[in-house]
């Protein structure tokens, strides 16, 4: 049957059996999900308008949507945090948007042990119930970001050291597949599946419920120092040493996250995020970053994991039109300042526009936090600490005119394209490439490498015979990538 174009039609057959959860766009429901409280993070993603929406309370619910769409041939979305800022990533024009955000319960198993999450729940959903305990599970570092898309795209954290990525803290995916059909999938229970979740995305199916591994945890230290930008040579070789301590397992409980903030200014200063997971002000593997001078502003004291992803979130705020683009590299400081040179010639032709404001992030991934994954039944996202010490590097651009898009775009890939040519002639290059701050017109998943891409296929085959989600879910990063990655 040819993918159908009456698709109102679809809408109207799912209402008849979930009835007010179906909004369309005249609606003030169907408002709020698209830019009110509920919206989207930015304009680009605000701007997509689908025949419908759905908004399921539970895993029947999303079931019955999934087994209708798929039997009719219906393109749809899913949509759990709309956090991922491209067009059509959550969300489908003239399709059906599955919105998973009233599915935001968390409750917490009589040990203490699990943490049970819907799949529409965002992190303050989670830090705000688990704060009140003193628990903790490893998940996202801004508050409003959604649990599903960073879980299944692979997830860092405060946590990271100590548990390895979010993905690999997952004991149980409860899982709607495109048959309508109703899974968990766990070490013991469809263990490829479980794997393939791990990084693997929107690929399989849907994901209605996280079971996840749950542990002790009070206040902890942390917050943000602001640095001039002239500092940012003695930044890079902290960071350097930083990781390279990290990676050597001196203290598993600190965290970086080492940011150079550009304005239509040019380069304007450092913000650092600092996070140390026990009660323990500036601990001494911070030492070289929290004892720089001058600092501009210093935030640093014990506090919530939900204060402080409220704290990180302030700098990502809704409704502009924003991209992420990254890319992997090893540990050197040399490296980390060329790319800045080639960040600041980059952005200097846009840095006038309306609205612009750029990041140029280093989030480091010491060994240990690779060696964790094997420890829990490995994931999908191919890392190992043979690969080394290694660092992301995060491009966050933000501005408000939709004419300047394209402007915006070639600048991030032609910087990407450079940053990885430069990289590769020194041997710092690594092919991956995070998920979940990948730029459209990369690849991610190609970056885990061929064994994990051929157990992801097969696994796509075995629970998506009909590829339901190849097929008709256009959004996020396929599989079967028909376009050329652009860097």
């Known amino acids: 049957m040819p993918i159908a174009d009456m698709r109102p039609i679809q809408c109207s057959i799912i209402q008849a059996k979930l009835g007010h959860k179906v909004s369309f766009p005249d609606s003030p429901a169907f408002h709020d999900q698209q830019n009110g409280s509920a919206g989207y993070w930015t304009q680009q993603e605000a701007s997509v308008i689908p025949a ?36 059509g990533s959550a969300n489908i024009a003239k399709g059906v948007t599955i919105d998973l955000s009233a599915m935001n319960h968390v409750s917490v198993s009589r040990d203490c042990t699990t943490t049970s999450v819907g799949g529409g729940a965002r992190w303050q959903d989670v830090y705000l119930k688990l704060d009140a305990m003193d628990l903790a599970v490893s998940g996202g570092r801004v508050y409003d970001v959604g649990v599903g898309g960073l879980i299944t795209g692979g997830g860092n954290s405060f946590f990271a050291p100590r548990f390895g990525f979010v993905c690999d803290n997952v004991l149980n995916f409860e899982v709607v597949l495109g048959s309508g059909e109703i899974v968990n999938a766990n070490y013991f229970e469809n263990p490829a599946l479980y ?3 791990k990084g693997g995305t929107n690929n399989f199916g849907i994901v209605t419920r996280f079971d996840l591994k749950t542990f002790q945890q009070g206040k902890l230290w942390g917050g943000f120092i602001i640095y001039p930008i002239d500092k940012r040579t003695e930044q ?39 996070t140390y997971t026990k009660l323990k002000a500036y601990p001494a593997i911070l030492g070289n970053f929290t004892d720089d001078q001058p600092q501009i502003s210093n935030t640093m004291r014990i506090t ?7 704290e990180l979130g302030q700098g990502t705020p809704n409704g502009f039109r924003q991209l992420f683009g990254t890319a992997t590299f090893g540990n050197n400081a040399a490296l980390f300042a060329h790319l800045f040179s080639l960040a600041e010639a980059a952005f200097r ?19 240990s936090i690779t060696r964790r994954s094997a420890l829990t039944g490995g994931n999908s996202l191919g890392l190992s600490p043979k690969d080394g010490n290694l660092v992301w590097l995060d491009l966050t651009i933000q501005w408000l005119d939709a004419s300047d ?6 600048a991030t890939q032609t910087l990407l394209k450079q940053a990885k040519r430069y990289a590769k002639s020194q041997r710092l290059f690594h092919e991956f490439v995070y998920l979940n701050y990948a730029l459209e017109s990369q690849d991610p998943i190609a970056g885990y490498g061929a064994e994990n891409v051929a157990r992801m296929k097969a696994a796509s085959s075995h629970y998506d015979p009909e590829q339901v989600f190849q097929k008709l879910v256009p959004g996020g990063f396929k599989l079967n990538r028909k376009e050329t990655a652009c860097c």
């Open 349 to 367: 032709p846009i840095q006038k526009i309306t609205g612009f404001q750029a990041s140029f992030v280093l989030q480091p991934i010491p060994k």
């Open 304 to 310: 919530s994991l939900t204060n402080l992803t409220i």
């Open 52 to 87: 419908c929406r759905i908004l399921p309370s539970c895993a029947e619910d999303v079931a019955l949507a999934v087994a209708k769409l798929a039997n009719q041939r219906c393109p749809f979305a899913v949509r759990g945090g709309g956090h991922m800022g491209w067009a």
């Open 405 to 410: 898009d394209d402007v915006v775009m070639v």
């Open 195 to 197: 794997k393939a979740l």
């Open 236 to 274: 890079f070789q902290h960071l350097e040493h930083f990781i390279t301590a990290s990676g050597n397992g001196v203290d598993d409980y600190a965290t970086i996250i080492n940011s150079y903030i550009f304005t239509q200014a040019g380069p304007s200063f450092i913000a650092n995020q600092y």
